[in-house]
């Protein structure tokens, strides 16, 4: 493992301990704030069973190919799975 890798983990380990030290402290301050009231407005406001509803059926019936098609198809001779972006099989050499 590199050792700019060791220090990410160092350094994150440390800000999440005391993040989770102060979780009181950081909440009274959003509440102060007014970020808390705005959210919970929101969520009371707009994020009914109905809407959630919606997206998890939305999300369920969209094709699952449409996320990844821009990036993955497969070559018309061979039937390779291309995952780069190429105007060339990289199999048989047929244009894509």
Known sequence: MAL??????VVGTILAILLFANVGAIT????????????????DEYV???????????????????????YVHRCPVCDVLLLRRGRYCCECGSRV
Do not use: C
């Not at 009274?28 to 970020?35: E, K, Q, S, Y």
């Not at 959630?52 to 699952?64: N, R, W």
């Open 4 to 9: 700019a890798a060791r220090k990410l983990i």
């Open 48 to 70: 009914t069973g109905t809407a959630i509803t919606v997206i998890a059926a939305l999300l369920i019936l969209l094709p699952s190919r449409a996320m990844w098609a821009a």
């Open 28 to 43: 009274r301050w959003l509440h102060d704030v007014g970020l808390i009231p705005w959210a919970q407005h929101l969520r």
